[in-house]
C-alpha cells in the first residue's frame, strides 16, 4: 500500500500561534483528505483536497499532487485545535481505501 | 452530526464473546468502510462494502466479518473476542469508490 507520512509527529503552540503540518505519501493518488480527531475521539473531516488549495477559516490546505505532499495551516490556533491530525489518501492504484498516516499529536496552551 | 450514525457508542464484553457493531450510512451514500483504532496500530482498513457488495479487503481477522444490507446499513461482527480487540471502531461512508469519506462518531469496544 501506499506510505504516508506526517511531520511533526508532535506539536505544542501558544495560543494564537501559527503552524503547518505536511503529509508526504509515496504513490499517486486521486483522494486526499485531512481530518481532526478531537480529544473525544470522533474524526472531524477538514478538507477534501486531492490538488490546489482550499480555506475554511483559520484553517488552509494545499495539495501538490505531483511532488505528493499535502500542507495543513493553522493559523491564530485556539485550545480548541487540540488533537490529532490525520491526513489520509487513496484511490490511484490503491483500490477502494484510504491509507492514514500517524497523525500529528497538537496541544494549544493558552 | 456527520451524518453517519454508528450504535453503540460504547460496549464492554469479556474474553471469548461475539458483538454486533452497526453503522447507517450518510444518506445517499452507498460505501461504507470499517476501519479499527488502536493504541499502537493506528486506523487500520478492515472491510468496504458498496451497495451491498464486498468490494476491499484489508487488515482483517477471520474472527471478525461484515455485511452490508438491502437499506445500506452494514453491520460488523467481532467474534472470540480477545483483550487486544479493544479498540475505537469507526464507520466511514462516501457516495462512491475513491470519494472523500465522512466518518461516523465510532464505537469504544473494551473487552475485559
Known amino acids: 500500500g501506499i506510505q504516508v507520512e506526517q511531520s511533526p509527529p508532535d506539536l505544542i503552540l501558544q495560543e494564537g500561534a501559527n503552524s503547518t503540518l505536511r503529509c508526504n505519501f509515496s504513490d499517486s493518488v486521486n483522494n486526499l483528505q485531512w481530518f481532526h480527531q478531537n480529544p473525544w475521539g470522533q474524526l472531524i473531516n477538514l478538507f477534501y483536497?486531492?490538488?490546489g488549495t482550499k480555506q475554511n477559516g483559520r484553517l488552509s490546505a494545499t495539495t501538490v499532487a505531483t511532488e505528493r505532499y499535502s500542507l495543513l495551516y493553522i493559523s491564530s490556533s485556539q485550545t480548541t485545535d487540540s488533537g490529532v491530525y490525520f491526513c489520509?489518501?487513496?484511490?490511484?492504484?490503491?483500490?477502494?481505501?484510504?491509507?492514514f498516516g500517524t497523525g500529528t499529536s497538537l496541544t494549544v496552551i493558552p | 452530526d456527520s451524518g453517519v450514525t454508528q450504535t453503540p457508542k460504547h460496549l464492554i464484553t469479556a474474553t471469548g464473546q461475539r458483538v454486533t457493531l452497526r453503522c447507517s450510512p450518510r444518506?445517499?451514500?452507498?460505501?461504507v468502510y470499517w476501519y479499527q483504532q488502536s493504541l499502537d496500530q493506528g486506523l487500520q482498513f478492515l472491510i468496504q462494502?458498496?451497495?451491498?457488495?464486498?468490494?476491499a479487503k484489508g487488515n482483517i481477522l477471520e474472527r471478525f466479518s461484515a455485511q452490508q444490507f438491502p437499506d445500506l446499513h452494514s453491520e460488523l461482527n467481532l467474534s472470540s473476542l480477545e483483550l487486544g480487540d479493544s479498540a475505537l471502531y469507526f464507520c466511514?461512508?462516501?457516495?462512491?469508490?475513491?470519494?472523500?469519506?465522512?466518518f461516523g462518531s465510532g464505537t469504544r469496544l473494551t473487552v475485559v
Open positions: 462494502y458498496y451497495n451491498g457488495e464486498e468490494r
Open positions: 483536497i486531492p490538488s
Open positions: 489520509a489518501v487513496g484511490g490511484g492504484g490503491t483500490g477502494n481505501q484510504f491509507y
Open positions: 444518506s445517499g451514500d452507498l460505501s
Open positions: 466511514a461512508s462516501s457516495p462512491g469508490v475513491g470519494r472523500g469519506y465522512t
